[in-house]
């Protein structure tokens, strides 16, 4: 099967793609926040739908890694640019 945008070639030669990094593991969530590994995902899947402090607990150390691990990524690629500007330092 033939479409008429076959033959439509892309110009873009490079595409900037953000690393995706998985999500922490279920028991780095139960050790940090001190509950169960079966709790931390349970909370996480959403199958525990409770509001107490140790679920909100769970989620929010799971948003706190994940935005950590954005921002390390964001500061290794500045320091990496840094080097390959100016490789004597």
């Known amino acids: ?7 439509i070639k892309t110009t873009c030669t490079k595409k900037e793609v953000f ?3 998985p999500q922490p593991t279920a ?9 169960s ?4 995902k349970k909370v996480r899947t959403g199958n525990r739908n409770d509001k107490s402090e140790t679920a909100e607990l769970v989620k929010y150390c799971n948003e706190l890694i994940i935005g950590g691990q954005e921002v390390l990524i ?6 990496i640019e840094k080097y390959k500007n100016n490789p004597s330092k």
């Open 74 to 79: 964001k500061s290794v690629q500045k320091t």
């Open 19 to 21: 690393p995706v990094l």
């Open 27 to 35: 028991i780095v969530l139960a050790e940090i926040v001190g509950v």
């Open 1 to 7: 099967m033939t479409t008429k945008y076959n033959d």
């Open 37 to 40: 590994e079966s709790y931390a």
